[in-house]
């Protein structure tokens, strides 16, 4: 690996917030970096990224400028362009401006390129550049903000009406950067340009829709200022295909035998959902757990049989809805007999007794689907603060709401939201979504930056479960932390699903094709 691979690959890694991001730059600043190299560093690197980018024969750019350094590096854009041969305008409607960012101003001015205040006086542009507000914007973009009574939000709303490819220097103008909320109106990029470190907005579900492709532009901060901001507080951590794969496969010894690499015992399925069993235990075939047990009700044991010959499957007793009435686990075996238990898919609220036995037992535990909603019925705090072994959550939006009513602002900040579920429950708790959120019980987070809508169909859940499941028993029979491995789960499903949908289109990923691309994922 080159210097520049190893580069690209650990600052990758970070995602900061607003206020970190400014503390940095201010540690850089203050050894000696001047503004105005860094401004003409970072423009310079935009510069050249879109000369590589605008399609050929599109000479007419539009620079939309912002008040401030944001505002200053569309400038420098802009005269970098105009001296690259494009024809440039640009659109400043602000009367006044940082030092730096009006010094810019009157440069770009004497070359001639046009300025204009109103947005209907740019003439038609074949892509826009939007320098309007970068990082750290708090207040809503409202027309009234106006100094000069010119109608900003409006105008954003108009430029989101055009047809024109719109890149964004470090976050869409309108975005809060680090919940991705959208304050009043915001720019809908065609592309962004994040500037040294992912922000936190970038891994926000609800910003999604605004940053369009999204691009790290690394200007070289040193790494040792990044660790030094960051040293003191939780770490939110990207997850990257490197630090994934690094993880995988799982090592073995030279001599080794099956119980030495995982035991795990599935406990899911019912009459009614005969396919989360089947689903779940695809995804722990695939992990490559030593051993593989799966309690189901006895009716399904031949058609789990039948799809995973290899397992130990276990027939229990039924209740009258065709659920798992009593473990019926085989002779000289208990629930201390394996690794690791994953429990909910298919499972239905009338296995409650069975959820309740495993969440009394000591064994690392994994619960999902209808497991988590008996947990919430339980009361998820008390019941979680009870156990000593590591316990995983796996909930989407609804379930999370029904475990952490008290958690009232999903919506507003996913990742806060899923750091204060760990640090009441003492759990793992893995958010699932556009962009899954993992956070453990020190308020640690990792994000998932990479997934596609395929994977919204059901059953998909299912098939995280096991892989999570067969993998959580083999890092704890290799004493492995727990929390990568949760995150190396979380990108390897979700990399499976952005392969088959780009073999089979998104509508053909169903959750058995999934099953099926889990090996692929990483074997490329």
């Not at 029979?477 to 289109?505: F, N, Y």
Request: proline share 6%; glycine share 8%.
């Amino acid at each position: 690996m080159t210097h520049l691979q190893r580069r690209e690959a650990e600052i990758s890694q970070f995602v900061v917030t607003a206020a970190q991001m400014r503390e940095i730059e201010e540690r850089i600043f203050a050894c000696g970096m001047p503004v105005a190299a860094l401004m003409e560093k970072v423009a310079g690197l935009i510069s050249r990224r879109l000369v590589a980018m605008i399609p050929h024969g599109k000479s007419r750019v539009g620079v939309l400028v912002g008040p401030g350094h944001n505002g200053g590096d569309a400038l420098v854009v802009a005269r970098e362009l105009h001296f690259q041969g494009y024809e440039v305008w640009i659109y400043n409607p602000f009367t006044k401006f940082k030092e730096l960012t009006a010094q810019h101003l009157q440069y770009a001015q004497s070359l001639g390129i046009p300025c204009y205040q109103a947005i209907e006086q740019l003439p038609d542009c074949d892509v826009l550049v939007d320098g309007l507000f970068g990082f750290g914007l708090e207040r809503k973009l409202t027309d009234a903000m106006s100094p000069t009574g010119y109608a900003y939000a409006s105008t954003i709303e108009e430029l989101n009406t055009w047809k024109q490819p719109i890149f964004s220097i470090d976050l869409p103008s309108g975005l809060h950067t680090d919940t991705g909320e959208v304050l009043g109106t915001a720019i809908r990029a065609t592309h962004t340009f994040c500037l040294g470190l992912w922000k936190l907005a970038f891994l926000q579900d609800q910003a999604l829709d605004y940053l369009g492709n999204a691009e790290l532009i690394d200007f070289d901060i040193p790494v040792a200022d990044v660790e030094a901001v960051l040293k003191d507080t939780p770490r939110f951590t990207r997850i990257t295909t490197g630090k994934a794969i690094a993880n995988l496969p799982l090592p073995r010894p030279p001599v080794t035998h099956k119980y030495k690499e995982g035991h795990l015992l599935l406990i899911c399925g019912s009459h009614r959902y005969a396919g989360g069993a089947i689903l779940t235990a695809l995804g722990a075939r695939a992990s490559g757990v030593g051993m593989l047990s799966i309690a189901v009700p006895e009716y399904l044991k031949p058609i789990l049989v039948s799809h995973l010959p290899e397992a130990l499957v276990i027939g229990c007793p039924e209740t009258e809805t065709g659920a798992i009435a009593q473990l019926q686990l085989p002779e000289k075996t208990d629930l201390s007999s394996f690794d690791a238990i994953a429990i909910g898919p298919g499972l239905t609220t009338d296995s409650t007794p069975i959820v309740q036995q495993v969440i009394a037992s000591e064994r690392p535990l994994l619960l999902d689907a209808d497991a988590l909603n008996i947990l919430a019925q339980m009361g998820t705090i008390p019941t979680l603060q009870k156990r000593q072994a590591p316990t995983i959550l796996t909930p989407h939006e609804g379930e999370f709401k029904r475990l952490f009513p008290n958690i009232p602002h999903i919506h507003q900040d996913r990742v806060k939201a899923v750091q204060e579920a760990a640090l009441q429950s003492g759990a793992i708790v893995l958010l699932k979504g556009a962009r899954t959120v993992i956070a453990n019980s020190q308020g640690s987070l990792w994000l998932n930056p990479k997934s596609t809508p395929a994977l919204a169909r059901g059953g998909s859940g299912d098939v995280l479960t096991g892989l999570l499941g067969g993998l959580l028993a083999q890092a704890i029979k290799k004493q492995l932390p727990i929390e990568d491995i949760v995150a190396t789960a979380s990108w390897w499903h979700s990399q499976a699903g952005i392969i088959a949908a780009q073999e089979r289109t998104e509508l053909g990923v169903d959750a058995f094709t999934l099953t099926q691309y889990l090996m692929k994922a990483i074997s490329q």
